[in-house]
């Protein structure tokens, strides 16, 4: 079960013809592909599309309704290689992943695609991991689609544009016999907007009929001769044909303006940060009036030669507006410009940075360099910006208070014990290279764990210490998420550990779902689903391909545990891959499930007991230790205004879940007997009562005893 | 020319920034305008700072608006902050400008990793903030809304909501407000209830509720004679002791008895009127160690049980402690004489070690463990004549001697003296760390006597040995020590 629901929301797929939808983008491009007559959908989940995957998984019935067939796929790679069934048959496919993370990941299956040509359309919807917010290495898909020949759609980031790009990208891919990928960034995929609906439409060449009536055709498989003549089709046939269909139905859109003489050259996912830089500069409305003319490139690749000409004709220069590096699209219309040889300048990263997101203030920034720089007379506003008041004292004086707050482990979260367990074994052991992998647990390399040497990808962290396992001496250690685990690493990592025989330890964390991205379901999650086959066991499949020394840990907090189960790792004379599966399920999901089921339950009557920790105020010293092996959010800090007392005393405040770990790694690293767990019931029964009672009275008189030989002051 | 409202959201992971967002903008379109949010959500929402974004505006004759998808520094009308660091952050980050923005924040405190993993007081200065907003902002909300939300069983998005219709930034009348709530269909009562708070605390800001001083009336008799003599004698001290006295002596006759708060006043006496405050603070806390005594003591003491219960706003059916004790904790409790014997005896040590010590959990709901407390707590009376006693008795002597060896001649270093007590603190390996930092700082101190800022040095020192675990901030400074006083020697 994912995070987040969308149940209530699915409702507006089945939305008929005019009427208005209202929503996040991510549902809106869903919804297109149900008008668009798609067959098939697939994907491998990541921000900023995991809502898209969740969204389909909560439509299954709407799909079932009309006959889509939909996977939530194994990697970025199965979702891509799903694509072939466009490759052979008049089906139009769609599938999602995040780039570039996951366009690396499906780049082999996605070059077999693009050279056989689809005769289907086929659409890869890619959440453009980029700027702030972005969890991953900075690169741009546009590197892909040129490499591969896929096209790439780059809409204006309103609802009805992406909705109709969508529409248009599947015609497009049909009328050039080539893929395309519809970038949306992350800003896009969340932004809530509107648009008008058409109906439903279901597939007109079903699945069915490609299973009964299937095709082969050799000319399409990527074997010589074809692979040549493929690529020859590429040029010769597919790319002409797009450019055609581009122009004809005006995917990329002119707005004029009445400063003639100059003109922006723009990304349409650029267009609202490029007009709202514009209005700052008192040269367009919020009603989308430009002075200055626009050519909006909803496709950046290809790039229409005659559209560029025609746009730049007359004019003195020309603003480039591409985010990211290399500057793909300023060095084509270089060679487009000078090919046409038109008098026009060009300018693009020479004002706006190389590198970055490109933001409001940055866009402004770029714009009026480039104003600056071509000497056009028009009077602009000045600029609105902050900069005054961020050179004042008081304001400046924050940069040494306001403290970073990174994303971190959760209350209650099973991966923060396995972390404080590493920290106590390194107590003892020392150092060791430790490779991180990708994951909520990735987590660990903050502090105050700092665990954690390096990330080289998706199931790679056992991978990434290779050349580290041979010889004597340390071992290396790696962690490896469940996600992780079932994307590749069973074979990248563990497979290729064992057959090296290499004399590491990886600790994989298995907390059942696939939780960083949204507590997607995996193979190995513990519910059971009526579409998927879960509860399949990550240490089977490990000892499946061969590892001997297998430990599995179902209960991550008990720190004492996991700490031995390390050290045994680290020490054993075994030699060959020591792998430790540490299973508890994600606190998030788990609260989630439990929640209303217990809520419900005392509401009904019946005793509920639920565990809380707390903190003895007056046994608590101050020193902190306890968060230095924790960093729990619910693990907090008081100052007391006791006047004996300089420094703030450990809090568990009232968001604590019970989950134990503050009390159990005061016990396992030795810290202090200031913690306590109370268990707190609801309903009690006669037995609690009666028991209660009874303890009550003896320990009164108990205290009573002392109290009388003991004065205390009050 | 016509603009759209802009309002950014701050927030941490899980506050419910969220909900707040989608309120807004079910508002504003149940209103007929139009709206448009955006997000930076991602790993971002596990507990780290998140930012969201709305513009809304008017409808105007069937025109779509162009939205911008981020905030842009000196656009913004209306910044709402979940958390007070939150706050400063949205003004470092140039969202709040003099010339526009509203700054609606909550004031309580979510602390941050880098704040709750010193060693001593990481906590960041809210006044800072408070200063920064004063100057960055046009108008300023600011209350806690945290502790309101609690008071309506609702969380803080639903205050801040209310405070949103509390400012009138928006231009919708407050059974809009409430409609959408309403509408939205989830915890409805409880968010009424936390939106009615915040909308009130806009007029009225409910007043700051900071730690709590404990009131203590100085030296007044309380009525036992041994405590009351005690208590008069005090007040033969320089007055400017008298409040950190009556605590001290409060705090060590609680402690142990009577005659230990005679010995405490003794102590302070000794070193000397100047430092008396200071001596009266420290000295207490150093008599009153930590020992499994005084831990047993602090669990089976009758004002607990109702703590506990108040604090977990329940009934509380068991309390288990997490207990660990160790040879050396079990051997303290022995005579001198007798634990040391056995400390000699390292086999033997190590099979009383497995039998007596390691990880417990102790039930001190149940009789019978309450009772094993009990029993420990009320070895109090022979604890003078312990091992741990004796050693710790050789430490507070020897640094009272290094205080009183001062305290003529520069009352500014000993009072720093007496505060390397706050180096002191902690169970086992925690403990044995601050008794090395202490050593060091007190040896370095040694070493400085007789400079005029040696007591300015010794602070520092101290400081910096309270900023990490490890100590690397102490080694730091200490080799600036050096260095100078290495200088003066070669000099």
Request: hydrophobic share 45%; net charge neutral; aromatic share 6%.
């Amino acid at each position: 079960m994912a995070e987040r629901s969308f149940a209530r929301e699915v409702q507006q797929l089945r939305l008929g013809a005019g009427a208005e939808f209202r929503g996040e983008g991510i549902l809106a491009i869903t919804k297109a592909l149900l008008e668009n007559g798609v067959g098939y959908v697939a994907g491998y989940q990541g921000a900023p599309i995991s809502h898209l995957m969740d969204v389909l998984a909560d439509a299954s019935d709407i799909l079932s309704e009309l006959g889509v067939h939909f996977e939530s796929s194994a990697n970025e790679a199965t979702a891509a290689a799903t694509l072939a069934t466009s490759m052979m048959y008049p089906i139009r496919g769609a599938v999602t992943f995040k780039s570039t993370a996951g366009t690396n990941v499906a780049s082999d299956a996605l070059s077999n695609l693009s050279s056989s040509g689809v005769v289907g359309g086929a659409m890869i919807v890619l959440g453009e991991d980029y700027g702030e917010g972005s969890s991953i290495m900075q690169e741009r898909s546009h590197a892909f689609a040129m490499k591969s020949q896929i096209w790439l759609l780059d809409p204006r980031p309103n609802l009805p544009s992406i909705v109709a790009m969508v529409e248009h990208g599947f015609a497009l891919s049909e009328a050039s016999s080539t893929p395309v990928m519809l970038e949306v960034r992350i800003r896009a995929c969340h932004v809530h907007g509107s648009f008008v609906t058409k109906d439903n439409r279901p597939p007109p060449f079903t699945l069915t009929q490609a299973r009964e009536m299937p095709v082969r055709d050799t000319s399409r498989i990527v074997l010589p001769p074809a692979s040549y003549a493929q690529e020859k089709d590429k040029i010769a046939r597919r790319w002409p044909a797009a450019v055609d269909y581009i122009q004809r139905h005006g995917l990329n859109e002119f707005f004029d303006g009445d400063v003639p003489e100059v003109g922006i050259i723009l990304q349409g996912g650029m267009y609202n940060g490029v007009m709202r830089a514009l209005m700052r500069m008192g040269l367009a409305d919020i009603w989308g009036n430009t002075r200055v003319p626009l050519y909006v490139l909803n496709v950046t690749y290809p790039l229409v030669d005659p559209e560029i000409v025609r746009f730049c004709t007359g004019k003195r220069a020309v603003l480039v507006v591409e985010e990211g590096q290399p500057d793909f699209i300023e060095q084509s219309l270089s060679k487009t410009l000078r090919e046409a040889e038109l008098p026009v300048r060009l300018l693009g990263k020479r004002v706006l940075p190389m590198a970055g997101e490109y933001t409001v203030a940055v866009l402004e920034e770029g714009v009026r360099g480039f104003f600056a720089t071509v000497g056009v007379a028009v009077e602009l506003t000045p600029r609105a910006n902050a900069a005054a008041i961020l050179d004042e004292e008081p304001v400046r004086a924050l940069a040494s208070v306001v403290p970073a707050r990174p994303p971190g482990f959760c209350t209650g979260c099973p991966e923060r014990p396995i972390f404080s367990a590493m920290k106590l074994v390194e107590k003892e052991l020392g150092r060791h290279h430790i490779a991180a992998d990708i994951g909520c647990h990735l987590f660990s390399i903050l502090p105050p764990f700092n665990v954690g040497a390096t990330t080289m990808g998706y199931g790679l962290g056992p991978a990434s210490a290779s050349a580290l396992n041979g010889g004597t001496g340390k071992r290396t250690i790696a962690f490896l998420g469940d996600g992780g685990f079932w994307h590749n690493g069973l074979n990248s990592s563990i497979g290729n550990a064992v057959y090296n025989k290499s004399d590491s330890v990886t600790v994989i964390v298995d907390n059942h779902y696939s939780a960083a991205t949204g507590g997607q379901d995996l193979l190995s999650s513990r519910a059971s689903t009526r579409r998927r086959s879960t509860n399949n066991s990550i240490a089977r499949a490990v000892k499946g391909v061969g590892a001997g020394w297998v430990r599995q840990i179902d209960r991550t907090y008990d720190v004492a545990r996991m700490r031995a189960t390390l050290r045994d790792a680290l020490t054993t004379a075994v030699r060959g891959p020591k792998v430790i599966v540490a299973s508890s399920e994600c606190m998030l999901n788990r609260q989630r499930r439990e929640k209303p089921l217990l809520a419900a339950a005392a509401k009904a009557g019946k005793r509920v007991v639920r565990p809380r920790f707390g903190v003895d105020q007056d046994v608590c010293t101050g020193d902190h230790a306890c968060m230095r092996l924790s960093g729990c959010p619910s693990l907090s800090l008081k100052h007391t205004g006791e006047k004996l007392r300089d420094d703030p005393v450990a809090v568990v405040d009232n968001s604590c879940v019970g989950c134990g770990h503050c009390g159990e790694v005061a016990n396992a690293a030795v810290l202090c007997p200031s913690f306590y767990r109370a268990d707190i019931v609801e309903n009690p029964g006669w037995v609690d009562r009666v028991l209660g009672r009874i303890r009550g009275a003896v320990i009164g008189a108990l205290q009573r005893r002392r109290a009388a030989r003991h004065w205390m002051p009050a | 020319m016509k603009r759209p409202i802009t309002i950014a959201v701050l927030a941490i992971g899980g506050q419910g920034g969220g909900v707040l967002v989608d309120w807004i903008v079910a508002l504003a379109e149940r209103e007929g305008w139009q709206a448009q949010s955006t997000s930076v959500p991602g790993v971002a929402q596990r507990t780290g700072a998140t930012i969201y974004y709305v513009e809304v505006i008017e409808t105007e004759g069937g025109r779509t608006p162009v939205f911008s998808a981020m905030a842009a520094p000196g656009d913004v009308d209306i910044v709402i902050a979940a958390e007070w660091m939150e706050a400063g952050r949205a003004i470092q980050r140039g969202l709040v400008t003099p010339d526009r923005t509203i700054l609606i924040a909550s004031t309580h405190r979510a602390f941050a990793v880098s704040e709750k993993e010193a060693p001593g007081d990481g906590v960041a200065d809210s006044g800072a903030v408070t200063d920064a907003a004063v100057a960055a902002s046009q108008r300023f909300v600011a209350f806690d809304m945290a502790a309101l939300a609690e008071r309506a069983g609702s969380v803080v998005s639903s205050v801040l909501f209310g405070a949103l219709c509390g400012t009138g930034a928006l231009p919708f009348p407050r059974a809009a407000f409430e409609a959408t709530i309403t509408e939205a269909g989830v915890g409805v009562q409880g968010s009424l209830r936390g939106f009615a708070l915040g909308l009130d605390g806009v007029a009225a800001p409910p007043p700051r509720v900071g730690p709590v001083a404990v009131v203590v009336d100085g030296l007044a008799p309380v009525g036992h004679p041994p405590y009351d003599a005690l208590l008069a004698r005090a007040a033969t001290f320089p007055a400017a002791a008298h409040d950190m006295l009556a605590e001290g002596l409060r705090h060590v006759v609680g402690y142990q008895d009577v005659a230990y708060g005679s010995a405490y006043l003794d102590a302070v006496e000794g070193v000397g009127p100047s430092v008396a405050e200071t001596a009266a603070k420290y000295i207490a806390r150093a008599m009153a160690y930590d020992d499994v005594i005084r831990v047993a003591a602090l669990k089976t003491q009758p004002a607990r049980s109702p703590r506990i219960q108040k604090e977990m706003a329940g009934q509380v059916l068991a309390v288990t402690e997490f207990m660990h004790p160790r040879m050396e904790e079990l051997l303290g409790l022995l005579s001198p004489g007798l634990g040391m014997a056995i400390e000699r005896r390292p086999r033997l040590v190590a099979l009383l070690d497995r039998v007596f010590c390691g990880p417990k959990r102790i039930r001190t709901d149940t009789i019978f463990g309450f009772l094993m407390l009990y029993v420990v707590a009320g070895l109090r009376g022979r604890r003078r004549k312990t091992l741990r006693h004796a050693r710790e008795f050789v430490r507070i002597e020897a640094w009272l001697n290094a205080v009183r060896m001062v305290a003529a001649e520069d009352p500014a270093l000993a009072a720093e003296l007496l505060a390397n007590q706050r180096l002191i603190k902690g169970y086992s390996e925690t403990h044995a760390r601050g008794l090395d930092k202490f050593a060091r700082v007190m040896a370095a101190a040694d070493r400085l006597r007789g400079r005029p800022d040696a007591a300015d040095w010794v602070r520092r020192l101290r400081d910096a040995a309270l900023k990490d675990e490890q100590g690397l901030a102490l080694d730091a400074a200490l080799r600036t020590v050096d260095t100078f006083l290495n200088e003066r020697t070669a000099a």
